[in-house]
């Protein structure tokens, strides 16, 4: 029986049709670090101060520092509270310099920022005090919208297609992007953050299907981690922006508005062959299909594609085969648990970077160039290794680097620093790893479902990463205990799961173990067929 790897061979496993569709998938996640991490740079903590004008109508002859002595009390350190203020009265200011003021309220007319700072999320909707968690709400609010993508956007594309899905969402991030740089209200801003959200997720799942599917086999790895390098690419441009760029709304719109010059993915991205195939949609994949070849300068033969016939069609699958069968609900759990711990390192070290002590713009520089080696070792590692070794391996390391964190001593900065790199750059390692490693697990009818479900888990991680993080008001170490003990469980686990290295994607749910790649076999046994009669030459 004919597979359609056999037509990925013949046309080509990763001709310039696939390196060109790489690409074409790869340039929307260089905008997707300025969505998950951006907000970092737009609440940088700035000194303040209640607004204290109410004397200004008693003293104005006042200067700035009588003013603040006058009106504010110190904490422990003899520093003005940022928070309290002494409570306004009608006395005259001599009698207001003579007895001083006692009673304490917490700000009731606002906050004074520096002036010469310039406008943040901070300064501009008072993220302070009372109201400083927004800001890791916020951040949760847009995992939340990761959550709602993968939901929405992982079964929608296994029923309508990876290509509508794929520009549905470019066109909902580019939109609501622009469109969070004009929000007036700090709640609308969490509303459109949570809509891009979902944006981003279409697009992580839809790609990763879409490289899956028409890579071969010997290549499917290196085609998925070319695409998570642009991540790293972005992550990096993100620190430079933000360092040149400290308005948060002209941030905004620089890491959204080039979304828009994808428009012409209309007319040039194709939609899976192998999906179409499933679907019964045989004229259509034959055309892609065709198409491919000709830009590969490969001829598929007149004999191999007829055999691709509606009535051998793979059946379709559902949300609830994932369930039914048990290799797929094995499958599903160990995986939602894997992407779990990933998010939850990566997530809870991108977050804290202002909480490791040096400059976040440089540190979050950092971050970004050590995860480009990081994602491309994992095409070596996972080549060597085999996927199930590697992302056991992987998710261990990133939890013991985040629990050796909690032992240094927070006068201990630099070290702390360069261990957060470190597992930053294992955790950044292991997610790439369960990306390829999922995407071959689950077979092609329900493969951006079974990535979605799985991305769900890593949207509950992200979610509740940054409330994680309130912990650290009780004990510094506690979130980071958190963030390292469950990598460690669930990197137990994964070797419970078969190896997929070397087999070729599944297109129904009935395979309980991937089976090996033909391609490879017969290479293997032309291999084996030249050395033999190299070895009769030589005799």
Same mark, same amino acid.
């Given at each position: 029986?004919?597979?359609?790897?056999? *037509?990925?061979?013949?046309?080509?496993?990763?001709?310039?049709?696939?390196?060109?569709?790489?690409?074409?998938?790869?340039?929307?996640?260089?905008?997707n670090p300025f969505q998950m991490i951006g907000q970092v740079f737009m609440v940088v903590d700035v000194p303040h101060h209640c607004n204290t004008s109410w004397i200004r109508a008693i003293g104005p002859n006042l200067t700035e520092e009588?003013?603040?002595?006058?009106?504010?009390?110190?904490?422990?350190?003899?520093?003005?509270?940022?928070?309290?203020?002494?409570?306004?009265?009608?006395?005259?200011?001599?009698? +207001?310099?003579?007895?001083?003021?006692?009673?304490?309220?917490?700000?009731? &007319?606002?906050?004074?920022?520096?002036?010469?700072?310039?406008?943040?999320?901070?300064?501009?909707?008072?993220?302070?005090?009372?109201?400083?968690?927004l800001n890791d709400i916020s951040q949760s609010v847009y995992m939340v919208?990761?959550?709602?993508?993968?939901?929405?956007?992982?079964?929608?594309?296994?029923?309508?297609?990876?290509?509508? +899905?794929?520009?549905?969402?470019?066109?909902?991030?580019?939109? *609501?992007?622009?469109a969070i740089a004009f929000v007036p209200h700090f709640y609308i801003y969490m509303a459109f953050r949570c809509v891009v959200g979902a944006s981003v997720s279409g697009i992580l799942i839809t790609a990763l299907a879409l490289g899956t599917e028409w890579v071969g086999v010997s290549y499917r790895s290196?085609?998925?981690?070319?695409?998570?390098?642009?991540?790293?690419?972005?992550?990096?441009?993100?620190?430079?922006? &933000?360092?040149?760029?400290?308005?948060?709304?002209?941030?905004?719109?620089?890491?959204?508005?080039?979304? *828009?010059?994808l428009f012409f993915y209309i007319w040039v991205l194709p939609e899976s062959a192998r999906w179409l195939v499933t679907k019964g949609r045989i004229e259509e994949a034959k055309k892609v299909l065709q198409k491919a070849a000709s830009i590969n300068k490969r001829t598929i033969p007149p004999a191999l594609l007829e055999q691709l016939k509606p009535e051998n069609q793979t059946q379709s699958g559902s949300i609830l085969d994932i369930f039914r069968k048990k290799h797929l609900r094995k499958v599903t759990l160990i995986m939602s648990c894997a992407w779990f711990a990933d998010s939850l390192v990566y997530y809870g070290l991108s977050l804290n970077v202002t909480s490791f002590g040096l400059d976040i713009y440089l540190t979050q520089l950092a971050f970004g160039v050590v995860e480009l080696p990081a994602r491309l070792c994992c095409v070596f590692l996972l080549q060597w290794f085999g996927r199930k070794k590697t992302q056991a391996v992987l998710l261990l390391l990133s939890g013991l680097m985040c629990?050796? +964190?909690?032992?240094?001593?927070?006068?201990?900065?630099?070290?702390?620093?360069?261990?957060?790199?470190?597992?930053?750059?294992?955790?950044?390692? &292991?997610?790439?790893? &369960?990306?390829?490693?999922?995407?071959?697990?689950?077979?092609t009818v329900i493969r951006p479902t079974?990535?979605?479900?799985?991305?769900m888990s890593a949207r509950v991680a992200g979610i509740v990463a940054?409330?994680?993080?309130?912990?650290?008001?009780?004990?510094?170490?506690?979130?980071?205990?958190?963030?390292?003990?469950?990598? !460690?469980? !669930?990197?137990?686990?994964?070797?419970?799961?078969?190896?997929?290295?070397?087999?070729?994607?599944?297109?129904d749910t009935g395979a309980a173990n991937p089976q090996p790649s033909r391609t490879l076999e017969i290479l293997s046994k032309r291999d084996t067929a030249e050395d033999g009669v190299d070895s009769e030459k030589d005799v």
């Open positions: 029986m004919t597979e359609f790897g056999d *037509f990925i061979s013949a046309l080509g496993e990763f001709g310039l049709y696939q390196k060109l569709l790489v690409l074409l998938l790869s340039l929307p996640l260089l905008l009588e003013q603040l002595n006058l009106t504010l009390p110190r904490d422990a350190d003899g520093e003005y509270e940022q928070c309290f203020m002494y409570s306004p009265v009608d006395w005259d200011l001599d009698s +207001i310099m003579a007895y001083g003021l006692n009673a304490t309220e917490k700000c009731s &007319s606002g906050w004074v920022y520096p002036s010469a700072q310039p406008p943040s999320l901070l300064t501009e909707f008072d993220l302070v005090c009372d109201k400083k968690d919208g990761l959550l709602l993508g993968a939901m929405i956007f992982g079964p929608l594309s296994d029923r309508i297609g990876r290509r509508p +899905i794929f520009l549905i969402s470019l066109l909902l991030q580019g939109l *609501f992007g622009v290196k085609a998925v981690l070319v695409t998570h390098c642009f991540v790293a690419i972005g992550q990096i441009i993100l620190a430079g922006l &933000s360092y040149g760029i400290r308005n948060w709304r002209l941030l905004e719109i620089a890491g959204s508005a080039p979304i *828009f010059a629990l050796v +964190i909690t032992g240094i001593p927070e006068d201990q900065p630099v070290v702390t620093t360069v261990l957060a790199i470190i597992g930053k750059f294992v955790a950044t390692a &292991s997610f790439s790893t &369960s990306y390829v490693y999922t995407a071959e697990l689950f077979p079974g990535v979605g479900l799985c991305s940054p409330l994680i993080h309130l912990l650290s008001q009780y004990h510094r170490a506690i979130p980071m205990a958190i963030f390292g003990s469950a990598p !460690v469980v !669930v990197g137990l686990l994964c070797f419970l799961l078969p190896e997929t290295r070397g087999t070729d994607l599944a297109d």
